[in-house]
């Protein structure tokens, strides 16, 4: 199959392809997403079958407002309404009791459909111009990263979608925030933009985080809420370890600034020895580090055997959101055997991207 690729101006094209029952890549604030019409078992499984995915894992349906979404859960409960409220168009995932009219495929099995408003111009003319809802997961195969811009898709699902919509790279670049609706305390299933201190202040009322966020693993005979969470996540080729010291792990943002830069400083040293040491032991490494830090490491190898990418500032932490995804890609291409990540904060937008670069590094963190 041809993929073609288009930018916003094929919106009516790619809409006429949703209709049909194709797939069409589109942008969206978090990651790209894989669409395909939400009320088709046949779209369904043309998702699952072009990323790989195994069909018990459920996909997020992704609606132009609270109107379009009646129809598909049992009850809007009076938390759901205020959350879409407040949060929608936005990057909250709002899982609810569904209704016949999403299909088994769908809902991966399940009597709850993952519901979403993105806040983008391009994802929401194409839901509204489609007519249906648009059910989609992160348009990546299955075990790569997210996509944050349309040549990750175009890499990982060329030649097997009808269409990428092109909206240039994405603002958030992590996946949604989670929230589960369906059972009497609002649980959080994966953390994201909307952070879990966001949504407690809102709701007046403490939601819960699923205990596999934090365990980054669910053992087999747990029953996973989140079906996605058994599945192993995405890790890069390289084995990759976090980085950090035992000051910054206990103290956290509370950490004084000259203590920060002693933190900064030892955690530095020891990934500048380790990398020298594996360098000279014929390995390719990867350093990841912020701004702040880039100071205290070598300049990239001319010959690619190591380079430092620097995942944003401290200071704004939107910026590292978005470029995780894209520069383990990177890593990825270049064929690094190790990659060194210095940790962030756990703090508010930082719980989701800790939580991304743990899985990456299948939970391996170093305390100094
Ligand atoms: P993706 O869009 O690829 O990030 O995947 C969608 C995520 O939403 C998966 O991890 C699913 O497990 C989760 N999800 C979708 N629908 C449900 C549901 N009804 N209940 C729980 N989790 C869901
Ligand atoms: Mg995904």
């Known amino acids: 199959m041809e993929t073609?690729?288009?930018?916003?101006?094929?919106?009516?094209?790619?809409a006429e392809i949703i209709r049909r029952g194709g797939l069409v890549a589109f942008p969206t604030e978090t990651v790209y997403g894989l669409g395909g019409n939400a009320l088709s078992p046949e779209a369904a499984r043309k998702i699952y079958a072009a990323k790989g995915r195994p069909s018990d894992n459920p996909l997020i349906v992704h609606v132009s407002?609270?109107?379009?979404?009646?129809?598909l859960v049992t009850e809007i409960t009076e938390d759901a309404r205020r959350l879409m409220a407040r949060f929608w168009p936005g990057p909250l995932t709002l899982i609810l009791r569904k209704t016949e009219r999403i299909p088994r495929e769908t809902s991966g099995g399940l009597d709850t459909v993952a519901l979403r408003?993105?806040?983008n111009a391009c994802a929401l003319r194409l839901i509204s111009?489609?007519?249906?809802?648009?059910?989609a997961p992160s348009a990546n195969l299955s075990g790569k990263p997210s996509p944050t811009e349309a040549g990750h898709v175009a890499k990982d699902l060329g030649g097997r979608i009808d269409m990428i919509l092109d909206?240039?790279?994405v603002g958030i670049g992590v996946e949604s925030s989670i929230l589960d609706l369906s059972t009497g305390t609002p649980i959080l299933l994966r953390p994201g933009a909307v952070t879990a201190e966001e949504l407690s202040a809102f709701l007046g009322q403490k939601v819960g985080i699923d205990p596999a966020i934090l365990s980054g693993t669910v053992s087999e005979t747990m029953h996973p809420r989140a079906p996605g969470m058994k599945y192993r996540h995405y890790a890069p080729e390289a084995e990759m370890y976090l980085v950090t010291t035992r000051l910054f792990r206990d103290r956290g943002e509370a950490i004084g600034r000259e203590e920060r830069e002693l933190s900064d400083r030892r955690t530095a040293r020891w990934i500048r020895e380790r990398a020298e040491r594996e360098l000279s032991e014929g390995k390719r490494v990867g350093i990841l580090c912020v701004k702040e830090t880039r100071p205290f490491y070598p300049p990239d190898s001319p010959d690619?055997?190591?380079s430092v990418k620097v995942l944003g500032s401290r200071e704004e932490m939107l910026t590292m959101t978005r470029s995780l995804f894209?520069?383990?890609?990177?890593f990825d291409e270049e064929k690094?055997?190790?990659i060194y990540a210095e940790s962030c904060s756990d703090r508010g937008v930082g719980f989701a991207l800790m939580n991304r670069m743990r899985k990456a590094a299948g939970m391996r963190e170093i305390i100094l």
């Open 304 to 306: 690619g055997t190591l």
């Open 65 to 71: 407002g609270i109107k379009d979404a009646e129809p």
């Open 167 to 169: 909206g240039g790279p």
């Open 336 to 338: 690094k055997d190790r």
């Open 117 to 119: 408003c993105p806040e």
């Open 4 to 14: 073609i690729i288009r930018g916003i101006e094929g919106i009516e094209e790619a």
């Open 326 to 330: 894209r520069l383990l890609r990177e």
């Open 129 to 135: 111009e489609s007519g249906v809802p648009i059910a």
